[in-house]
Protein backbone atom coordinates (compact mmCIF):
# COMPACT_ATOMS: atom_id res chain seq x y z
CA UNK A 1 0.00 0.00 0.00
CA UNK A 2 2.26 2.54 1.06
CA UNK A 3 4.41 1.68 -2.30
CA UNK A 4 1.27 2.63 -4.33
CA UNK A 5 1.27 5.95 -2.73
CA UNK A 6 4.56 6.65 -3.03
CA UNK A 7 4.22 5.71 -6.51
CA UNK A 8 1.03 7.92 -6.96
CA UNK A 9 3.05 10.80 -5.21
CA UNK A 10 5.89 10.66 -7.38
CA UNK A 11 3.74 10.53 -10.79
CA UNK A 12 1.68 13.28 -8.79
CA UNK A 13 5.15 16.00 -8.75
CA UNK A 14 5.59 15.01 -12.22
CA UNK A 15 2.97 15.93 -13.48
CA UNK A 16 2.88 19.36 -11.68
CA UNK A 17 6.56 20.20 -12.85
CA UNK A 18 5.09 19.36 -16.80
CA UNK A 19 2.47 21.26 -16.22
CA UNK A 20 5.20 24.55 -14.70
CA UNK A 21 7.15 23.70 -17.68
CA UNK A 22 4.48 24.05 -20.22
CA UNK A 23 3.12 26.78 -18.48
CA UNK A 24 6.32 28.83 -18.54
CA UNK A 25 6.75 27.98 -21.91
CA UNK A 26 3.03 29.90 -22.50
CA UNK A 27 3.86 32.52 -20.54
CA UNK A 28 6.87 33.39 -22.39
CA UNK A 29 5.63 33.04 -25.44
CA UNK A 30 1.81 34.84 -24.85
CA UNK A 31 2.10 36.91 -21.35
CA UNK A 32 5.36 39.06 -21.54
CA UNK A 33 4.66 42.42 -22.79
CA UNK A 34 7.18 43.88 -25.00
CA UNK A 35 9.30 40.70 -25.36
CA UNK A 36 8.95 40.33 -29.10
CA UNK A 37 9.44 44.29 -29.53
CA UNK A 38 12.72 44.03 -27.81
CA UNK A 39 14.06 40.66 -29.79
CA UNK A 40 13.17 42.00 -32.59
CA UNK A 41 14.93 45.50 -31.88
CA UNK A 42 18.16 43.58 -30.32
CA UNK A 43 18.73 41.68 -33.67
CA UNK A 44 17.42 44.48 -36.00
CA UNK A 45 14.93 42.62 -37.96
CA UNK A 46 13.14 45.32 -38.91
CA UNK A 47 16.14 45.92 -41.34
CA UNK A 48 15.98 42.79 -42.31
CA UNK A 49 12.19 42.61 -43.26
CA UNK A 50 12.01 45.80 -43.78
CA UNK A 51 8.96 46.93 -41.59
CA UNK A 52 7.78 49.13 -39.28
CA UNK A 53 7.35 47.64 -35.39
CA UNK A 54 3.80 48.28 -35.52
CA UNK A 55 3.15 46.03 -38.54
CA UNK A 56 5.09 43.00 -37.43
CA UNK A 57 4.19 42.93 -34.20
CA UNK A 58 0.57 42.97 -35.86
CA UNK A 59 1.80 40.09 -37.69
CA UNK A 60 3.33 38.46 -34.74
CA UNK A 61 -0.01 38.66 -32.88
CA UNK A 62 -2.30 36.78 -35.75
CA UNK A 63 0.69 34.26 -35.53
CA UNK A 64 0.40 33.68 -32.36
CA UNK A 65 -3.31 33.66 -32.36
CA UNK A 66 -2.87 31.21 -34.91
CA UNK A 67 -0.75 28.77 -32.54
CA UNK A 68 -3.02 28.82 -29.60
CA UNK A 69 -5.90 27.47 -32.53
CA UNK A 70 -7.90 31.26 -32.46
CA UNK A 71 -7.31 31.67 -35.97
CA UNK A 72 -7.89 29.48 -38.60
CA UNK A 73 -5.08 30.34 -41.21
CA UNK A 74 -1.77 32.21 -41.47
CA UNK A 75 -2.91 34.09 -44.41
CA UNK A 76 -2.13 37.47 -42.97
CA UNK A 77 -1.11 40.43 -45.09
CA UNK A 78 1.02 43.23 -44.11
CA UNK A 79 3.15 46.17 -45.51
CA UNK A 80 6.51 44.60 -46.55
CA UNK A 81 9.63 47.10 -48.31
CA UNK A 82 6.38 49.69 -48.69
CA UNK A 83 4.44 46.75 -50.51
CA UNK A 84 0.93 45.13 -48.95
CA UNK A 85 1.48 41.53 -49.95
CA UNK A 86 0.79 38.40 -47.87
CA UNK A 87 3.35 37.88 -44.85
CA UNK A 88 3.77 34.13 -44.93
CA UNK A 89 4.58 32.07 -48.44
CA UNK A 90 3.28 28.35 -48.56
CA UNK A 91 6.06 26.92 -46.88
CA UNK A 92 6.01 28.67 -44.34
CA UNK A 93 1.79 28.19 -43.54
CA UNK A 94 2.78 24.73 -44.27
CA UNK A 95 5.52 24.87 -41.41
CA UNK A 96 3.72 26.65 -39.27
CA UNK A 97 0.52 23.98 -39.42
CA UNK A 98 3.46 21.67 -38.02
CA UNK A 99 4.36 24.44 -35.15
CA UNK A 100 0.40 24.68 -34.33
CA UNK A 101 0.55 21.11 -33.43
CA UNK A 102 2.87 21.21 -31.56
CA UNK A 103 1.21 24.07 -29.19
CA UNK A 104 -1.89 22.58 -29.11
CA UNK A 105 -0.17 19.55 -28.11
CA UNK A 106 1.48 21.16 -25.31
CA UNK A 107 -1.40 22.31 -24.03
CA UNK A 108 -3.37 19.16 -24.23
CA UNK A 109 -0.47 17.45 -22.31
CA UNK A 110 -0.91 19.83 -19.93
CA UNK A 111 -4.61 19.43 -19.32
CA UNK A 112 -3.84 15.61 -19.24
CA UNK A 113 -1.26 16.26 -16.36
CA UNK A 114 -3.97 18.03 -14.43
CA UNK A 115 -5.91 15.37 -14.79
CA UNK A 116 -3.28 12.95 -13.75
CA UNK A 117 -2.41 15.28 -10.40
CA UNK A 118 -6.29 15.27 -9.65
CA UNK A 119 -6.56 11.43 -10.43
CA UNK A 120 -3.54 11.01 -8.08
CA UNK A 121 -4.91 13.04 -4.97
CA UNK A 122 -8.54 11.21 -4.80
CA UNK A 123 -6.84 7.93 -5.02
CA UNK A 124 -4.32 8.92 -2.34
CA UNK A 125 -7.46 9.87 -0.52
CA UNK A 126 -9.52 6.63 -1.07
CA UNK A 127 -6.32 5.01 -0.05
CA UNK A 128 -6.50 7.21 3.33
CA UNK A 129 -3.24 8.33 2.46
CA UNK A 130 -1.93 10.97 5.03
CA UNK A 131 -1.41 13.33 2.28
CA UNK A 132 -0.67 16.56 4.37
CA UNK A 133 2.51 14.80 5.71
CA UNK A 134 3.44 12.06 2.76
CA UNK A 135 2.49 14.49 -0.23
CA UNK A 136 4.61 17.48 0.26
CA UNK A 137 7.97 15.33 0.73
CA UNK A 138 7.06 13.21 -2.10
CA UNK A 139 6.67 16.49 -4.14
CA UNK A 140 9.70 17.50 -2.85
CA UNK A 141 11.66 14.02 -4.38
CA UNK A 142 9.92 14.27 -7.86
CA UNK A 143 10.45 17.47 -8.07
CA UNK A 144 14.42 17.21 -7.00
CA UNK A 145 14.60 14.17 -9.52
CA UNK A 146 12.51 15.92 -12.37
CA UNK A 147 14.38 19.15 -12.14
CA UNK A 148 17.92 17.03 -12.11
CA UNK A 149 16.88 15.31 -14.94
CA UNK A 150 15.96 18.44 -17.13
CA UNK A 151 19.27 20.38 -15.69
CA UNK A 152 21.55 17.90 -17.25
CA UNK A 153 19.26 18.18 -20.97
CA UNK A 154 19.78 21.48 -20.50
CA UNK A 155 23.59 21.28 -19.75
CA UNK A 156 24.08 18.93 -22.55
CA UNK A 157 21.91 21.38 -25.24
CA UNK A 158 24.26 24.71 -24.09
CA UNK A 159 27.14 22.54 -25.27
CA UNK A 160 26.16 22.93 -29.08
CA UNK A 161 22.58 24.72 -29.32
CA UNK A 162 22.49 24.39 -33.29
CA UNK A 163 23.18 20.77 -33.13
CA UNK A 164 20.14 20.23 -30.83
CA UNK A 165 18.02 22.92 -32.28
CA UNK A 166 18.81 20.34 -35.37
CA UNK A 167 17.84 17.26 -33.62
CA UNK A 168 14.42 18.82 -31.93
CA UNK A 169 13.37 19.50 -35.81
CA UNK A 170 14.38 16.03 -36.94
CA UNK A 171 11.89 14.36 -34.20
CA UNK A 172 9.21 16.62 -34.24
CA UNK A 173 8.86 17.25 -37.34
CA UNK A 174 8.78 14.30 -40.31
CA UNK A 175 9.80 16.78 -43.19
CA UNK A 176 12.13 19.56 -43.93
CA UNK A 177 9.84 22.68 -44.09
CA UNK A 178 11.42 23.97 -40.84
CA UNK A 179 15.06 24.41 -42.92
CA UNK A 180 13.72 28.12 -44.32
CA UNK A 181 15.75 30.46 -46.90
CA UNK A 182 16.20 34.13 -45.48
CA UNK A 183 16.13 35.29 -49.06
CA UNK A 184 12.72 33.59 -49.41
CA UNK A 185 11.15 32.93 -46.19
CA UNK A 186 10.49 36.23 -43.63
CA UNK A 187 9.65 34.11 -40.89
CA UNK A 188 13.31 32.98 -40.46
CA UNK A 189 14.01 36.73 -40.20
CA UNK A 190 11.83 37.43 -37.31
CA UNK A 191 12.75 34.56 -35.32
CA UNK A 192 16.11 33.80 -36.01
CA UNK A 193 18.18 31.37 -33.71
CA UNK A 194 19.93 33.75 -31.52
CA UNK A 195 15.74 34.69 -30.94
CA UNK A 196 14.92 30.82 -30.08
CA UNK A 197 18.77 30.89 -27.48
CA UNK A 198 17.09 33.64 -25.88
CA UNK A 199 13.73 32.45 -25.18
CA UNK A 200 15.00 28.52 -24.18
CA UNK A 201 16.55 30.85 -21.49
CA UNK A 202 13.90 33.07 -20.38
CA UNK A 203 12.01 29.89 -20.36
CA UNK A 204 14.38 28.73 -17.89
CA UNK A 205 14.37 31.29 -15.93
CA UNK A 206 10.77 31.43 -15.17
CA UNK A 207 10.13 27.39 -14.89
CA UNK A 208 13.17 27.64 -12.39
CA UNK A 209 11.58 29.78 -10.17
CA UNK A 210 8.54 28.26 -10.42
CA UNK A 211 9.75 24.75 -9.40
CA UNK A 212 12.03 27.22 -6.52
CA UNK A 213 8.39 28.53 -5.09
CA UNK A 214 7.13 24.50 -5.20
CA UNK A 215 9.92 23.35 -3.35
CA UNK A 216 10.30 25.74 -0.65
CA UNK A 217 6.29 25.71 0.12
CA UNK A 218 6.62 22.31 0.42
CA UNK A 219 9.82 22.25 2.56
CA UNK A 220 8.42 24.68 4.58
CA UNK A 221 4.97 22.57 5.15
CA UNK A 222 7.15 19.85 6.08
CA UNK A 223 9.21 21.65 8.44
CA UNK A 224 5.79 22.93 10.03
CA UNK A 225 4.31 19.27 10.61
CA UNK A 226 7.47 17.92 12.07
CA UNK A 227 7.09 21.52 14.97
CA UNK A 228 3.60 20.55 15.45
CA UNK A 229 4.59 16.97 16.44
Known amino acids: MKAICNLLGILCAFALMLTLLITSIEA ?9 EKEYQKYGVLEDVQMEMDDLLDVTHEMMLYLRGKRADLHVTAIVDGQEREFFNEREIAHMEDVRGL ?3 GLALRRTCLAVIAGSLILLALLKADIKRSLPKLI ?9 ALTMLAAIISTDFTKY ?14 ILDPSTDLLINIVPEPFFMDTAARIGIIYGISVFVVFVVCALWIKHTKNKN
Open 103 to 105: FLG
Open 165 to 178: FTIFHKIFFNNDLW
Open 28 to 36: VAYWTPGYY
Open 140 to 148: CAGTVLFFA
